[in-house]
């Protein structure tokens, strides 16, 4: 048996998930490669502690030529795709290139993938959005699929030409449909990191206000590292399966900001208002998953609890608006 490392391509590395899931991989012994958008403002906050430890090639999920570089360049068993154009709001304002990057980018993935070296494991992050309009509740891997939004479209395409690679050209091709995951590491423009953002900004006495949309919304929120760990576990699997990635708890925003602004030592009645400039054009109501299959056929079980992930969120973003003042 080789004792060569074993080598991962994850694009979208400066992500959250893709900086996670670098850890991960470091931890199992793989050489990582990432790939980076050709930018003059690259952010590598997420994974610069881990950054010399990494190997990044500039690629984009717009240009093949780039992808089958960085396939050639890395020579990966494993493709990790976590790239995308992933805010659901900016996909109702540009959903022309959520289209190309979110859907087609996947297809160029898969193309280059099986020019190369069709041996490569891919994986591809599907998301909870596709279920939209819920049919049944909890969703699972039987759910029909409804996407409500620009973004779960386009989701929903590169996950069935996930499915079709690997049904017409024998690709070890999986995607993991993941409900929501968050962290410390969440973008600013997502409601839950903006939640505990304007927690520690109300705490820190640089505002009073935190402005919201729907508080009805019911989501159901994991921790972004037990998330990964179940990315890595669905390509050591003998066949490629889809499998559903989800705690089973479903929570509302109200419940989110209570609890944020409970690790503060503040009462959230006292600050949310509604604002209607946050309401999506089509309302996502309720996702809550049923994880069954990834707890008996993987193993797969969440280990942080939702109140311990909010409250590493809220903890962070005080040290981080701390430091600000």
Known sequence: MSSERRRALVTGITGQDGSYLAELLLAKGYEVFGLIRRSSTVNFERIEHIQEDIHLLSGDLLDQNSLMFAIQESRPQEVYNLGAQSFVPASWEQPLLTGEITALGVARILEAIRSIDPSIRFYQASTSELFGKVQESPQSERTPFYPRSPYGVSKMYAHWITINYRESYDLFACAGILFNHESPRRGLEFVTRK???????????????????????????????????????????????????????????????????????????????????????AEVEILKGDASRARDELGWKPEVSFEEMVQLMVERDLEIVAALK
């Open 195 to 281: 939640i505990t953002n304007g927690v520690a900004r109300i705490k820190h006495g640089l505002t009073n206000e935190l402005a919201l949309g729907n508080l009805d919304a019911r989501r159901d929120w994991g921790f972004a590292g037990d998330f990964v760990r179940a990315m890595w576990m669905m390509l050591q699997q003998d066949k490629p399966t889809d499998f559903v990635i989800a705690t089973g708890d479903d929570r509302t925003i109200r419940e989110f900001c209570q609890v944020a602004f409970d690790a503060a030592g503040l009462n959230w009645e006292d600050h949310v208002v509604l604002d209607k400039r946050f309401l999506r054009p």
